[in-house]
T-cell receptor, first 113, second 115 residues
Framework: GESVGLHLPTLSVQEGDNSIINCAYS??????FIWYKQESGKGPQFIIDIRSNMDKRQGQRVTVLLNKTVKHLSLQIAATQPGDSAVYFCAENFNQAGTALIFGKGTTLSVSS | DAGITQSPRHKVTETGTPVTLRCHQTENHRYMYWYRQDPGHGLRLIHY???????DKGEVSDGYSVSRSKTEDFLLTLESATSSQTSVYFCAISETSVASGNTIYFGEGSWLTVV
């Protein structure tokens, strides 16, 4: 596996490795977070979400970790596959009225076989 | 895939002309959004709607207007297009407010070029 620190724009891994994509969010009052995957020429696709009353949530091959102390979110992808190659965005529910999401700048994951 | 259709998918227009992008959903979701995506800026909210005829501004609303006369349709209008509005526009929907833990689902995007 490979950790990329707070945020790096690109991450290159070998097929079968575990990937870790990090995101620092902006507002300590944010209470809902989502990870999206965006393939070239397509719209963002929902991967997994987590609320602020949790610190970990697992899906199929993906795990999201939330550290509210340092306002940090991470996405772990197990056994990364070439089809996982895409840009990954984290998003936070920033608006107190809960009306929209604020997105991070994204990390490009490249998986080589 | 969420039932979201954007039209047109690609458009080239001249500076100063009006442009309308349409978003149609078949999910009967209450909330609809328009985002734009630009290199270096990521996804930014333009306008959103929380019901028929109920809309509000996002962080980059200048130069844009919206209308929602039916639950299923949300229109984004550029009254007089400028080159700075060249972008990819995404429509999105959510069943209720994001604060209720409802995920936002995105359409496939509309590529707009203003020359």
């Amino acid at each position: 596996g490979e950790s990329v620190g707070l945020h790096l724009p690109t991450l290159s891994v070998q097929e079968g490795d575990n990937s870790i994509i990090n995101c620092a969010y902006s507002n300590s009052a944010s209470d809902y977070f989502i990870w999206y995957k965006q393939e070239s020429g397509k719209g963002p696709q929902f991967i997994i979400d987590i609320r602020s009353n949790m610190d970990k949530r697992q899906g199929q091959r993906v795990t999201v970790l939330l550290n509210k102390t340092v306002k940090h979110l991470s996405l772990q992808i197990a056994a990364t596959q070439p089809g996982d190659s895409a840009v990954y965005f984290c998003a936070e529910n920033f608006n107190q009225a809960g009306t929209a999401l604020i997105f991070g700048k994204g990390t490009t994951l490249s998986v080589s076989s | 895939d969420a039932g979201i259709t954007q039209s047109p998918r690609h458009k080239v227009t001249e500076t100063g002309t009006p442009v309308t992008l349409r978003c149609h959903q078949t999910e009967n979701h209450r909330y609809m959004y328009w985002y734009r995506q630009d290199p270096g800026h990521g996804l930014r909210l333009i306008h959103y709607s929380y019901g028929v005829k109920d809309t509000d501004k996002g962080e980059v609303s200048d130069g844009y207007s919206v209308s929602r006369s039916k639950t299923e349709d949300f229109l984004l209008t550029l009254e007089s297009a400028t080159s700075s509005q060249t972008s990819v526009y995404f429509c999105a929907i959510s069943e209720t407010s994001v604060a209720s833990g409802n995920t936002i689902y995105f359409g496939e995007g509309s590529w707009l070029t203003v020359v």
